[in-house]
């Protein structure tokens, strides 16, 4: 399987050049993740309002928004939002999912295609091993200098739940967006 990590700009120019479309993107052996920021962040802090997602929900298609942070902050007035836990069990469902069905790729992106995408693309890379990955970057740069540490451990710890890996995962506390933070009693 093949990884590919762009930023927001070059993944559409690349869709453009491929000729994807919404008409056509489940039409390929390629699963997509796009990651933009809040309409909040897009808006009053990047003036990027018009910013959207290049295609619309489908079957091989991840659309996520949260901001490129790793914990919510209020700053000047302005919510800016971490990937929820909720996010991250979508995200480590949908990357499974993609693997079992056989995707010969995953490309994606956010922004500038460094921390956010490359947190999702460096998890897959870890717990996806055997499917014999290779990982193409926009630049060359050292990709795991620019991982949002907020992003992979919520993606670790959906993980480690979902496949009931409890001795790893945050000594039995859960997020606190996910269950109000009250312990967890594992079974």
């Not at 928004?65 to 069990?89: L, P």
């Not at 480590?92 to 490359?118: L, P, T």
Request: with cysteine; glycine share 6%; net charge negative.
């Amino acid at each position: 399987m093949e990884l590919k990590v762009l930023s927001h700009y070059l993944f559409d120019e690349d869709m453009r050049n491929m000729n994807l479309n919404d008409e056509n993107v489940e039409k390929t052996d390629t699963a997509f993740i796009s990651i933009i920021g809040t309409p909040e962040c897009l808006k009053y802090w990047l003036g990027e309002d018009s910013t959207k997602h290049y295609f619309k929900d489908h079957p091989n298609v991840l659309n996520l928004e949260f901001d490129d942070i790793g914990t919510d902050v209020n700053y000047g007035g302005h919510i800016f939002k971490t990937m929820t836990m909720e996010q991250a069990e979508k995200t480590v469902d949908f990357i499974e999912d993609m693997i079992k069905k056989g995707v010969k790729k995953i490309e994606g992106h956010c922004r500038a295609g460094y921390s956010r995408s490359r947190a999702i693309f460096s998890f897959i890379y870890r717990y996806c091993q055997e499917n014999n990955i290779e990982v193409e970057y926009s630049d060359e740069s050292d990709y795991r200098l620019f991982l949002n540490q907020g992003v992979l451990t919520k993606l670790n710890h959906a993980y480690w739940k979902k496949h009931k890996m409890y001795e790893y995962s945050n000594s039995g506390y859960d997020y606190p967006d996910d269950i109000k933070g009250n312990k967890i009693e594992y079974v």
